[in-house]
């Protein structure tokens, strides 16, 4: 079938949809919600079978949903309604929830159902990463169901009616920033971290420190560090530790607040400059003691013969100094006994390369992308020359630009079900580094290389199995993927044939050096990433991108 996405971004989500749909064999058309016009005029070229609204914040055009049938997927049970179904599910300590395909109508939310599934939601998890995980994984089957049920042509809609059993849902308003207020003289560390993760990554805890306003992300516990609530106790890898009623909590990142222009997320200790700085820094080690409850964005395990090297950026944002943590964390794995050494966050994002934002508010972004494009590839090399032990690229969530090369340098990388992959730099204006001139085509060749740069479009996790791109696909849950990845890696590395394969990659890592010596390749994509540094569009590409402005027309295949 010919299928319309109508959405007001191609985030997470609508890219999923986009590339599974694809990959069923319908043809795909994304087009950004912008004037009734303008979407009536592309589904009148396109003339789809059916509409589908992944993420729409705007009403479809009447027009367009009494001629044809238009599907909304509702990231709620059966009845939810209203604009921030996760956000009320999270502030009340929801567990089972759920996602509703349903068809647009003259009240919002208020059509007829055309498929719902249930999902549960981890207590520990922050809205984002659910919606990027379990409720994506949700929303997908009922997405495919939907689908199927429509082109069958003999299925008929169930209309929403509130007395019906299993009807567990309710229309609720927005969720305003008076209920996320938290009171750091009173609130309990657990309820200031409901009140973060509810909020997380949009719109934040608006609040206040040092007389300055700002919007509040993350949300993490802390079980040493201990002060007067509401005061800044500590900084660690950009974050800082904040008092609660009852103990600490660290704050990841900050967003100035009510501001006449567009602002955009920082680390914390970067939004709060001289004031976090003058704070105690309080690291910990690689290998956190059993129970231990702290953040940290890096740490290291071992299970058996594997090393375990988890990290967690927030939005897989790599600056500078985090590049250069996880390097130091992967040459610790290297000094360790271990057969197989295993790259990947815990849930969530893998990797999105070079961090934007960070950029975005350097003093010199110009220095400063030159410096973290720079400390991309110093971790990417250790990773390419490292031929003394099998290493694995563990994907538990999506992964685009630098964050795709880096795990395409690893041995094998292994995709959780779900997972999308935007093996590309173009929408930045970028040419591209972290050695991807050597590894992409290595995987997938040279043509096949060249359309996944050029074309920029998602690939889900089937797709970049079939291409090369993926060595397997795990069908894990986002909770359960760290754990069956880990368990693999112990089988490989109890694998009789290791050894063998160990000195073959050896061997054809000195004959690719011999052909083309890696400081080429980095060479070569360092002049060019020069130039889009120093000129063209990156830098006007990269502030609307961060500021979530709009650049560029819709995007169409």
Known sequence: MRILLLASANNSLTQRVDAELHDRGHVVRLQLAGADEEVCATVRTFDPHLVVAPMLKSAIPRELWTRR?????????????????????????????????????????????????????????????????????????????????????????????????????????????????????????????????????????????????????GGHEEDRITGAPGRLLARRAGAVCRGTADGAVWLTQLRPGRRTVPTFKQSAVTALGDEARALPDAPVRLVLPPGRRTWTDVRYEERGRVGLVRFSFPAGAMSTLQCRRLLGAYRHALTRPTRVVVLGATRDFFSNGIHLGEIEAAADPVRESWENINAMDDLVEAVLTTTDRLTVAALGGNAAAGGVMLALAADEVWCRQGVVLNPHYRLMGLYGSEYWTYTLPRRVGREQARRLTEDAVPVSAARARHLGLADCVLPASPEGFPGEAAALARRVAASPHLAARLRDKARRRELDEETKPLALYRAGELARMRLDFTGGTYHRLRSAFIRKQPVGAPVAR
């Not at 308003?173 to 009140?195: E, G, H, K, S, Y």
């Open 69 to 217: 049938v238009c599907l909304v997927v509702h990231p709620g049970p059966v009845g939810d309604r209203g604009p921030a179904a996760l956000d009320w599910a999270i502030d009340g300590g929801e567990r089972h929830w759920g996602v509703t395909v349903l068809q647009a109508a003259e009240e919002f939310d208020a059509g007829d159902i055309w498929a719902s599934v249930a999902c549960e939601l981890p207590p520990d998890a922050a809205k984002s990463d659910l919606y990027r995980g379990e409720v994506a994984d949700a929303a997908l089957e009922a997405v495919h169901l939907a689908v199927q049920r429509f082109a069958s042509g003999g299925y008929r809609p169930e209309p929403l009616d509130y007395s019906r059993p299993g009807v567990t849902g309710r229309a609720r308003p927005r969720f305003p920033q008076a209920r996320r207020r938290i009171d750091w003289t009173r609130d309990t560390t657990a309820t200031v971290l409901r009140r973060l993760r509810a909020a997380d990554s949009q719109p934040g805890v608006l609040d206040e420190i040092g007389g300055r306003e700002f919007f509040l992300y």
